[in-house]
């Protein structure tokens, strides 16, 4: 039984694999790019799916953190002209802030509703500041913060060994992939381990667990500073393909991020990769269109979705899988049962 | 002397502009615990309303004070019949649904009216105190705000409709074996809280003018508000308007705009940090 979700796996891994090494081969220079900001995008998703799917806590301004890891990506590279340190930095930072803000509100017992509005209020405040960084008061050592307009030229990433090549485009799509899925697996391995089901277990009652004597609240800190320093690498990916501006910490980010998550499949860590991708991909699609508003269609969706499949994608295509697999197996495939994630 | 009142002045129009904007949002989310995430959009709905009819030669007042609450009270209960009924009790994916509606309003009436912002001019024309010049029609937002706190809460504090409705809040199963139609007062209620945004809406739209991606600038505002306000919501909303408004227009008189907003949401958030419940689980615990 556990062999057929080895099998999977395996298949799962070679597929991607195989898609890496693909995307630069078939697609223009371009689409690569756009490849690369989609899965820069899925890492963000996924940092919320392990802070809200697993841990349970309802972040509406995980773009903060996304955010935070551009800029100091940005601001650090800048200054040092290479990008080691500060890649370290840039995640760094905001799993430092990410545990700051989790102690103010993990501490103060916030729950819910709470927790949502000040994560968002927060990320709002950093929109307000650096939106309002414009002109040369606001320079931190050689790199101008530049108010609206951001941060146009941020170098982008070098050989660790060789700080004189910096990576093209296509070289960072191979990093950017790779990263998203051993993100994906270090997330799951991290689910398994002890710690992991001890999250788990504080999503599914927090009172019950707090009873069996764990301190629930640093168990939160942990799962959300996590959470925090991977929207921090998706920050700085982000920031190798576009570049950094306030409007990484806006509204409109922090609400996507919540549909990538919620129409993928809360509660699951390779739907909300799926979510985000797709989503990212029918907005694209739908901003070429003149008379169609893409807010309208993500909005439609996001309705659809929480009335009638609010479980979201995930577990309907793990279903169907399933039955075709058992389809397979009645045609004569040594018949196996399937066991869920 | 006159700087100071028209500190003054400025405070209460911050005030009253900040408890314009949550009071719809007190009702629907203190009273149903609804996250509206569309608010936003309902103000912007009645500010649409407002704009549209004073273009087609209805009187402003009629339109700010009439059409404005009528249409979107209507538009508030079709949702509610269409979406929010089903979600009662899931308040996260109340959240969602609403943000999905919130995008779905957005996107509709980029469509309909373009990304451009209309207005119509404020009515009243200006007062001076001494070397400076206020706007009548801002002092007059004053008196509305505080006029439609009054009416709210003499709605669901003394009338029979009011009774019933937080009745039904408070214990639904209870009022429904009483031979009240629950379904009937949730759409009410959600209907109320909704015209109450659209009047909110119409009233600022002179000052704003109206864009159909404006609802976003309001509504974090006025969750911050009703939230801060904590468990008695009308009581509530108004104490934290009065606190986070004084708080913004002192930060921007002393420094910039953007300042006196960063002021309002910090304040917000350690404001929660010391009273998780909001002000009205501190004090007022009386008020409603």
């Given amino acids: 039984m556990r062999g057929s979700r080895a099998w999977v796996d395996g298949l799962t891994v070679l597929i991607a694999i195989a898609v890496i090494l693909l995307v630069p081969q078939l697609l223009e220079l371009y689409s690569v790019i756009n490849a690369t900001i989609y899965v820069s995008m899925a890492v963000l998703a996924l940092s919320l799916a392990l802070v809200w799917g697993f841990g349970g806590i309802l972040c509406f301004g995980q773009a903060a953190f996304f955010g935070l890891g551009g800029y100091t990506y940005a601001i650090a590279a800048i200054n040092f002209g290479d990008s080691n340190l500060p890649v370290l930095f840039a995640v760094a930072l905001p799993a430092c802030f990410a545990a700051l803000l989790g102690y103010f509100v993990f501490w103060g017992r916030l729950n819910d509703v709470y927790l949502g509005v000040i994560t968002l209020t927060v990320a709002l405040i950093l929109f307000k500041f650096f939106n309002a960084t414009a002109g040369d008061a606001y320079k931190i050592g050689k790199a101008a913060l530049g108010g609206f307009n951001g941060i146009p030229a941020t170098p982008p990433l070098n050989l660790p060994w060789d700080k004189s090549v910096q990576l093209a485009p296509e070289q960072i799509w191979y990093v950017a992939a790779t990263l998203l899925l051993l993100l994906y697996y270090v997330s799951r391995c991290l689910l398994s381990t002890h710690f992991g089901q001890v999250v788990v277990s504080i999503r599914e009652n927090e009172r019950r667990a707090e009873l069996l004597g764990y301190d629930t609240r640093r168990y939160k800190l942990l799962i959300f500073t996590v959470g925090g320093a991977m929207a921090g690498v998706s920050g700085v990916l982000f920031a190798n393909c576009v570049f950094v501006s306030p409007t990484m910490f806006s509204l409109s980010y922090n609400a996507q991020i919540i549909i990538w998550v919620m129409i993928g499949g809360l509660g699951t860590l390779s739907g909300p990769i799926l979510g985000s991708v797709l989503l990212q991909m029918l907005t694209a699609e739908l901003g070429t269109l003149q008379w169609l508003d893409p807010n309208f269609v993500l909005g439609a969706i996001l309705v659809v979705f929480v009335l009638l499949i609010p479980r979201g994608l995930q577990p309907l295509i793990a279903a169907l899988g399933e039955r075709t697999f058992s389809g397979l197996a009645a045609l004569g495939f040594r018949r196996r049962k399937w066991i869920k994630p | ?288």
């Avoid at chain 2, 209507?74 to 009924?85: D, P, S, T």
């Avoid at chain 2, 089903?86 to 969602?96: I, K, N």
């Avoid at chain 2, 921007?252 to 949401?265: D, H, K, N, S």
């Fill in chain 2, 1 to 288: 002397m006159d700087f100071g009142v028209i500190v003054v002045l400025q405070v209460l129009v911050a005030i009253a502009h900040l408890a314009l904007i949550s009071i719809g949002l007190a009702v629907i989310f203190g009273m149903m615990r609804v996250i509206n995430l569309a608010h936003g959009e309902f103000l912007m709905l009645g500010g649409f309303t407002v704009v549209i009819a004073a273009n087609h030669g209805v009187n402003l007042w009629v339109a700010m004070l009439i059409a404005a609450p009528i249409v979107v009270g209507l538009i508030g209960i079709v949702v509610e019949r269409l979406v929010i009924r089903y979600l009662y009790g899931r308040m996260v994916d109340t959240m969602l649904a609403t943000w999905g509606l919130s995008l779905l309003i957005v996107g509709a009436m980029t469509m309909t009216f373009g990304n451009t912002t209309r207005g119509v001019s404020a009515p009243l024309g200006s007062v001076a105190i001494g070397r400076y010049q206020s706007s009548i029609y801002e002092l007059t937002l004053v008196l509305a705000a505080a006029a439609l706190f009054a009416i709210a809460y003499l709605l669901f504090r003394f009338t029979r409709l009011g009774l019933i409705a937080r009745a039904t809040m408070q214990n639904a199963e209870m009022a429904d074996s009483l031979g009240i139609s629950t379904d009937f007062v949730y759409a009410v209620t959600f209907g109320i809280g909704a015209a109450l945004s659209g009047l909110a809406g119409g009233l600022l739209a002179p000052l704003t003018g109206v864009l159909p991606t404006i609802g976003v600038a309001y509504v974090a505002k006025a969750f911050i508000t009703v939230i801060s306000g904590g468990a008695a919501v009308l009581a509530g909303t108004a104490s934290a308007s009065a606190l986070l408004g004084t708080l913004d227009t002192v930060a921007t008189f002393i420094a910039t705009p953007v300042v006196g907003e960063m002021t309002l949401l910090i304040a917000a958030v350690v404001l929660l940090r010391l009273l998780p419940e909001g002000i009205t689980g501190r004090f007022l615990r009386r008020a409603s």
